[in-house]
């Protein structure tokens, strides 16, 4: 079971998983004719058109679809979104499904950036979103017009930040780097003999140094409660509004904590901020994982290069802004 990005050849699968569940699922809750309404509104063409401005996910079983869900903004606003479409095949609800398709959600960068988040929810989903923290909007606990419970989770300001780098922090961000890559190289077997290159090793004070004083790159932490550098990366402006994202890294302890998805989710904002259209990098094409792990910060793979100097072979990928 795996959960990815929607795509256009997704439409009719993704309709019909949803309409199965609302006349399995939902009729229980709902009269058969409420049904027959949100089923005319739940056709392909209604779900192309809301991955068009949201951040779709699937969940996959054996290559078929068994549930969905997606996030988007809170009426066109920054700093609020909303959960839309989740819905998980009755034969494969009380599976964690749905758990997984929720913390996949919360982990988007719709999600990340948001200080509230709604979720228009169905009698039948109420009590599983409240699971999750949500609670009655404005305290009220009735269904409104729609026959749908308004939800609302406001996000706790987090007392970790991400700051902007100064020079005195280069040592520091040095060691973030060269300690976090320091586990894909003992993973994939890289040392210094047969990788000097590989950031873990090639990481030095002088060339951040350099990139900070002779190339002016914005370089970022990710900073903890203390003061303590615990995550980092750094931009580099391209030709054709694309910007290069380089070293994104979370330190070993503190990976698992949505940090990384909140450093990736910045660096996105940051690029395009500055005009850029398209964020690209490169990765250790054998770590899937990783890989992985970025498609599901919405990434998509483009191209792959061998190195002479490189034990391994260079993975390509992009972002659109």
Request: net charge negative.
């Amino acid at each position: 079971m795996n959960i990815r990005r929607f795509k256009e050849s997704d439409a009719d699968a993704v309709s019909a998983v949803v309409i199965k569940t609302l006349r399995i699922s939902n009729v229980k809750d709902y009269p058969d004719e409420s049904m027959e309404e949100w089923v005319k509104i739940m056709q392909p063409q209604n779900i192309l058109e809301r991955a068009g401005w949201t951040h779709f996910y699937v969940v996959e079983d054996n290559d078929t679809i068994i549930g969905c869900g997606a996030i988007g903004p809170y009426w066109g606003k920054e700093d609020e979104s909303s959960l839309f479409t989740i819905f998980v095949l009755p034969e494969y609800q009380g599976n964690g499904v749905g758990r997984l398709i929720m913390e996949t959600l919360e982990n988007d960068e719709f999600f990340l950036r948001a200080k509230r988040i709604e979720i228009p929810s169905s009698i039948t989903g109420c009590q599983f979103y409240r699971k999750f923290g949500y609670d009655y909007k404005d305290g009220i606990a009735e269904v409104d017009d729609e026959h749908v419970y308004r939800l609302e989770k406001f996000r706790v300001p987090s007392i970790l930040t991400i700051k902007a780098i100064e020079r005195d922090d280069i040592p520091e961000c040095t060691e973030v780097i060269r300690t976090s890559f320091m586990t894909v190289a003992d993973e994939f077997g890289f040392t210094v003999e047969n990788a000097p290159r590989f950031v873990a090793f090639a990481t030095t004070d002088d060339k951040l140094y350099s990139q900070f004083d002779s190339e002016h790159r914005p370089m970022y932490g990710y900073f903890s409660e203390n003061g303590r550098i615990i995550g980092y990366y750094s931009l580099l402006l391209l030709e054709n509004k694309e910007c290069e994202l380089n070293n994104l890294c979370v330190l070993p302890e503190y990976r698992h904590k949505s940090i990384g998805s909140a450093l990736f989710a910045d660096a996105c904002t940051k690029a395009k901020d500055k005009g850029c259209v398209k964020l690209v990098f490169s990765i250790v094409e054998e770590n899937e994982k990783l890989r992985k792990w970025y498609e599901k910060q919405g990434a998509v793979h483009t191209d792959t290069k061998k190195f002479d100097f490189f034990p391994f072979t260079c993975g390509y990928m992009e972002k659109s802004l």
